[in-house]
Structure formats: structure tokens, C-alpha cells
């Protein structure tokens, strides 16, 4: 009887010593090309092709990909990061809610159309279906200026022209001060802004400090701290979506933006999973064309300066005006002498930092809809090593005391969207996605810092039957996600130390 015995298969063309180098170099040296690799082996003695290259290195678990891009960042800003970090590290949630964050941004016509696939023969690739149109410079673009807070939006104005300090005042004037007004507030809010020479000049400081407004000390190169570029990336992907041709088709879609701005203030406005009348409205008409601005008049002539009049006599002494708001905070002293070894403390409540994190996914083709309340149920975890997420019911529950935060992303498509964050059967945040039958899916994105002490669950619930488009396939995902920012267990020596879970 003949017995077929295993292939050894052809022999490997690199020895292990060009292995060995070639995997040494691409540690050292990650930009290395695979030609580069290929002249390497060559001057060793060995002569292969790039493919053999990268076929080698696959079998060592590497492989080609794009670097990703990040800040530069030097020495200075790393420093100010992380003194902004310390300082703020034990803030309360309420302090964050007094923010009012600010920023501008800049809209490109053609800004987010840069990459899409299209389905084509091999041939066709020049077929202007399937091309997509690229200009120099963007072909023009609109400038916005915008603030939120965590009681809502406030108001979003375009830029006209070069912005200067002047005009940078009179932004923070017309729209700034009704915005915290019309949203409630109140005093002891603290206004940021970056580090922009516009916002820095000595006259808007002045304007600031005349005002009596607080102001957030901002490190330099961090516009990844502000949240508002998450409303940003909403609003631009919302403007992509509709597909603009040129700059007057940018323009007529100006007073649409408006609309992601409402959807997240109506979205506080659910009640016991009903919408108030008030919203039940037909859809909006289309924006009529802006009208053509008038030209400036001449500026009048300077009055003549009057004469000085006789000084008046000394008034009486005025009553005792109230206590001021409290300034800016100074400049860091001198550092102090160490003062005496204090007492040794009590111990701890735990040994180790605490830990709780988790995500999962739905599977690929689930079905849905879900019935109206009844927990999605991500059944496909990608991580849970404390366990405190249950696929079986969709909650995660508490083991730890403190803040955590919980973020959602959904695929939205066949249907609209809008659910709940639900703890202990309280929504804490709603969110909703408007789908108009196009022909790729949508997103929708949000998430929320909540306090939890043990046994809370905290679940994604399904707010209204027929707006239940959750979608999740091999290509795009839907995913909840949930993790502890810091505990309430304070004795631990870990914490002593500053360290953060």
C-alpha cells in the first residue's frame, strides 16, 4: 500500500541570515522601500524580487500600510498638554458644563469627494461616470464661526472676507453674548478659544477682560482637545452628502447647516419617546438666493473736539459697590520649601488601578428592526476582559464606582434612526438620523460622560418602532462602546502617584 507523506515544498529563496537583516533593517528603519531591501540582499549575495520581499515579511507579520498623520508637536507643546491635563484631572462633570467651546472652520466645495469607488470595467476608467472632478485650491469654500455648549448650540456665523482681530470682536459681540443669553448660562461660564494670533492680540484681551468674561488657558497645537470639530465633521460629511457642484450651489446650502445644529437640540426635546407637536411640521421649502450685499458708504468726517469745561466740585463718597468676580489666575510662584514628612495615611481600599472597558459590534446581516424599548443587543465583542458587557441582554453593568463614558456609532440605512442612552430605564441622551432612500448608508455618532456607582446598567435602547435603520455588514460597522474615565476609590496609593485608568 502506497502512503502519500507531507511536501516539504520549494525551498525559501532568502537564508535565514537575509531574513534575519532585512527584518532587522525594516525594525530600524521603517520607511525602508522593498527595493531598498532587494539592493541590500543583492550586495549579500542573494538576488530575489520585491514580491519574494514582501511575501517574507508577511510571513513575519508585517505589512506595507500608510503612515498615519499627526500634530508636530514639540517639546513646549507636549509640556503644556500635559500641564493642562494635570489641572483639569479631577474636575468635576459640572465643571465642563459651564464650558462654552468656540472655533472656526473652513467648508472646500470639493473637501470630502476625494475618494469613492465606483463599479466599472477595466477599460472604463476614463468614462466620465466614473471620474470624479478634482480643481486646484478646492474651488472655493465658505468660513464659519460657531460656539456649544454643553446646554446646546449657540449661533453659526459665515465669514466674510480676511477676519482680523476687529472683526474677530465683533463675531465674539453679535454672536457670542446672545448665545450664552438665549442658553441659560448663567455666571461663572468660561469661554475657550485657541491660541490664534487673532484671539491672543492685546485688543481682544482687553474686550475679553472689559467684559468681565473667564477664559480657559488653551495649550498651543491642540485642536484635537475641542469637541467642536466632532460637530464639524458633521457638518462638512452633511454638505459631501448633498453633493455640491460649484460655489453658488456651496452658497445656497449656507442657511441648510443649520439643520444638524437642530436635530441635536431637538433631540433633547423627547419626552417619554414621544415628539411634541411642535416639530411635527412639514419639510422645510427650499432656501431662496441670498441677496447681493450693498456697498459701503464714505465714512463721515470727524467732529472738532469740544472745549474743557471748568472741573466740578468733589461729589460725596458713593456706597460700597458689591464684590467683583473673582480674576484671572495668576502666574505659578516660586516653588516652596518641602515642608515636614506628614503621618503615615491609612491604607487603601485596592492594591491596582481599577479597570472596565468594553466594545462590541453587531453581526454582519443581523436583523432588525428592534422592537420600540428593547435593548440592541451588540452580540460581537471585540473587547470585554472584565466582563462587565452581556451580549445576551445588551447592558453593561457596573462594578466600579465613577465616571465612565459610553459612545455609540451606528450605521444608518433602509431606514431612519434614532435611539436612546439608557441608564437604570432613564435616557440620559438621545440621538436621531434623518435616511432619504440614498443610495449608501449614513452614519450617526454620539456619546456621553455618566456617573455610575456598582450595579448600574447602562444600555442602547430602540425610541420609536419606525426609526430603527440600525445596519452593520462585512464593510461597516455598528458599535457601542464603554469605558472608565476615573474612579471614586481616591485612597489607593496609585492614585496618590497621579496615575489614571
Keep these: 500500500m502506497t502512503v502519500n507523506h507531507p511536501r ?6 532568502i537564508p535565514p541570515r537575509g531574513a534575519s537583516m532585512i527584518m532587522r533593517k525594516v525594525r530600524d528603519q521603517p520607511r525602508t522601500t522593498q527595493q531598498d531591501l532587494v539592493n541590500d540582499l543583492k550586495r549579500a549575495g542573494t538576488t530575489v524580487s520585491k514580491k519574494t520581499i514582501s511575501n517574507t515579511l508577511r510571513r513575519h507579520g508585517l505589512k506595507s500600510c500608510s503612515a498615519r498623520k499627526v500634530l508636530l508637536l514639540k517639546p ?3 509640556q503644556a498638554r500635559l500641564k493642562f491635563a494635570n489641572d483639569h484631572l479631577d474636575d468635576p462633570e459640572e465643571e465642563w458644563e459651564k464650558v462654552m467651546w468656540s472655533d472656526e472652520t473652513k467648508i472646500e466645495l470639493f473637501g470630502l469627494n476625494s475618494t469613492r469607488r465606483v463599479w466599472r470595467k477595466k477599460k472604463d476608467e476614463y468614462n466620465p461616470k466614473n471620474t470624479i472632478p478634482t480643481v ?24 466674510e472676507g480676511r477676519m482680523d482681530g476687529a472683526m474677530y470682536r465683533e463675531i465674539l459681540a453679535n454672536n457670542l453674548l446672545p448665545s450664552v443669553r438665549a442658553l441659560k448660562m448663567g455666571r461663572g461660564w468660561v469661554f475657550q478659544y485657541d491660541n490664534d494670533p487673532k484671539h491672543t492680540a492685546r485688543a481682544t484681551k482687553e474686550w475679553l477682560s472689559k467684559k468681565h468674561l473667564k477664559v480657559l488657558e488653551w495649550p498651543s497645537q491642540s485642536p484635537d482637545l475641542n469637541p467642536i470639530e466632532n460637530l464639524w465633521r458633521e457638518l462638512k ?6 453633493q455640491p457642484r460649484n460655489l453658488k450651489d456651496l452658497e445656497k446650502l449656507w442657511p441648510l447647516l443649520l439643520l444638524p445644529v437642530l436635530l441635536v437640540n431637538f433631540s433633547n426635546q423627547l419626552d417619554d419617546n414621544k415628539i411634541p407637536p411642535s416639530l411635527c411640521t412639514g419639510h422645510p421649502g427650499i432656501p431662496g438666493t441670498p ?20 472741573p466740578g466740585e468733589k461729589g460725596e463718597k458713593g456706597d460700597r459697590g458689591e464684590t467683583g468676580e473673582s480674576g484671572f489666575r495668576g502666574l505659578t510662584g516660586d516653588q516652596g520649601n518641602p515642608g515636614d514628612k506628614g503621618d503615615r495615611g491609612q491604607s487603601g481600599e485596592c492594591a491596582v488601578a ?23 443587543r451588540f452580540d460581537k465583542v471585540t473587547l470585554n476582559e472584565q466582563g462587565d458587557y452581556d451580549t445576551e441582554t445588551g447592558r453593561f453593568t457596573c462594578k466600579v464606582p465613577g465616571v465612565y463614558y459610553f459612545a455609540v456609532h451606528a450605521t444608518v440605512y433602509r431606514a431612519s434612526l ?15 438620523q434623518f435616511y432619504g432612500n440614498w443610495p449608501k448608508p449614513a452614519s450617526l455618532s454620539g456619546g456621553s460622560l455618566l456617573h455610575l456607582i456598582p450595579g448600574d446598567q447602562v444600555w442602547v435602547q430602540m425610541a420609536l418602532g419606525e426609526y430603527s435603520g440600525f445596519y452593520s455588514s462585512s464593510k461597516t460597522d455598528s458599535t457601542f462602546t464603554g469605558f472608565l474615565v476615573h474612579s471614586d476609590w481616591k485612597n489607593s496609593a496609585v492614585f496618590a502617584k497621579g496615575e489614571v485608568v
Aim: glycine share 14%; proline share 4%; aromatic share 6%.
Design 354 to 376: 481599577p479597570k472596565s472597558a468594553f466594545s462590541a459590534k453587531l453581526s454582519e446581516g443581523r436583523t432588525m428592526p428592534v422592537a420600540a424599548e428593547d435593548a440592541v
Design 8 to 13: 516539504s515544498g520549494a525551498p525559501c529563496k
Design 76 to 78: 513646549a507643546h507636549v
Design 418 to 432: 434614532q435611539f436612546d442612552l439608557m441608564k437604570n430605564g432613564h435616557a440620559m441622551a438621545s440621538y436621531f
Design 237 to 242: 460629511v452633511r454638505i459631501a452628502q448633498r
Design 136 to 159: 486646484k485650491h478646492g474651488a472655493g469654500n465658505i468660513i464659519l464661526w460657531g460656539c456649544f455648549s454643553a446646554k446646546g448650540t449657540g449661533r453659526l456665523h459665515r465669514i
Design 291 to 310: 441677496g447681493v450685499h450693498g456697498s459701503s458708504g464714505q465714512p463721515g468726517r470727524d467732529g472738532r473736539d469740544g472745549r474743557d469745561s471748568v
